[in-house]
């Protein structure tokens, strides 16, 4: 079986599996404290322009979301994001769980707009009872978005400034910010996220790492004290140095930068001949995620070779199937894919 369902289906990336085992013996501090960790938020902090970012590894997504926003909130306040955000439908409620409510807005295409921020916000406070209900504390949303659409740097800019004029922090999460920041569509750089939001993380899971995602907080405020809350929230490992070991060297010589460019290089072979054979797409995702539509019939075909995931029925039996792209993908399963796609459609 070929499997196009996800970009974290496979172990990791050659260069990192070889730097674990080179320093496997050796013996370094705990907690993240060590010199590969250190190295790490160095390289980071340059990529992004941002030499006093605070920089703080953990072990995947959801334990990072959730303990971002157990930090940033006070206990009163929710999140608002996307309907479609990660925090609301794919972490079983594990935001909620912290004490803190998702407060979603309608999706288009993935993303929300700093004019849904500002109406949210706005009837909160004109609100008689206001205090009754959740307060808006934080913006959350994701580069990609859950539909591998991007938010430009213009609209990045809007939330921002939403965010600042009622007192939000802006969070973006970058589990697949490596396939955004390889997209020639893309204008949102690191240093954009590190100079227009108060905290976003370089996602490591689904980017050729075994594990890990970097969160780069950019308001001091913020990271005074985040240790206590990674240490609360069981983020604080005592081997942090196998976290840092794999972004050091995701970030030496071009590694990470490389990994999102075969990524996205694949998935426009896939999405051109798609194209060409008049398939229709729910969503215009630039990035390592693709979204086809088909029928039952193409599906069968393709399930006895293929593994898609299945996104949403799209009516009239059509299905909505997410093929995706990651940096272990191989040129000649995707031209497999496109060879049977031809014969088919």
């Known amino acids: 079986m070929i499997r196009f369902e996800s970009d974290y289906l496979e172990g990791a990336h050659p260069k990192i599996l070889e730097a674990l085992q080179r320093t496997n013996f050796e013996q370094t501090p705990g907690y993240g404290?060590?010199?590969?960790?250190?190295s790490a938020r160095a390289k980071i902090r340059a990529e992004a322009g941002a030499p006093n970012a605070g920089v703080h590894f953990l072990s995947g997504g959801t334990q990072a979301n959730l303990t971002a926003c157990a930090a940033f909130l006070k206990p009163w306040q929710g999140a608002i994001c996307a309907d479609t955000g990660h925090i609301a439908v794919h972490e079983s409620g594990s935001v909620e769980a912290t004490g803190h409510k998702a407060l979603t807005l309608p999706n288009t295409n993935g993303k929300i707009y700093a004019r849904q921020i500002r109406a949210y916000c706005a009837a909160h406070y004109a609100s008689d009872t206001q205090e009754h209900t959740v307060q808006p504390g934080m913006v959350y949303i994701s580069q990609p978005t859950e539909y591998g659409t991007l938010y430009t740097l213009s609209e990045l800019k809007?939330?921002?400034?939403?965010?600042?004029e009622y007192g939000l922090k802006l969070f973006v999460d970058g589990a697949r910010l490596i396939y955004a920041l390889a997209c020639a569509e893309n204008d949102v750089t690191l240093s954009a996220l590190a100079e227009y939001t108060?905290?976003?993380?370089i996602g490591g899971t689904k980017a050729g790492a075994l594990l890990g995602e970097a969160l780069v907080i950019n308001d001091p405020a913020l990271d005074k004290d985040f240790r206590y809350m990674l240490k609360q929230r069981g983020g604080m490992l005592a081997k942090g140095r196998l976290l840092g070991i794999q972004f050091d060297t995701l970030f030496t010589d071009g590694l990470y930068k490389e990994i999102g460019a075969h990524a996205i290089g694949l998935a426009g072979e896939i999405r051109d001949a798609l194209i060409a054979k008049g398939v229709r797409f729910a969503v215009p995702s630039p990035t390592n995620q693709l979204f086809p539509v088909f029928d039952a019939r193409v599906l069968k075909a393709l399930s006895e070779k293929y593994s898609l995931s299945f996104w949403e029925d799209a009516g009239n039996g059509e299905s909505v199937?997410?093929?995706?792209?990651?940096?272990?993908t191989r040129s000649e399963d995707v031209q497999s894919l496109i060879r049977d796609l031809n014969a088919v459609l």
């Open 33 to 38: 404290t060590d010199v590969y960790c250190e």
């Open 158 to 164: 809007e939330i921002s400034a939403a965010c600042r």
């Open 198 to 201: 108060d905290a976003f993380y």
């Open 321 to 328: 199937m997410r093929i995706c792209t990651s940096w272990a």
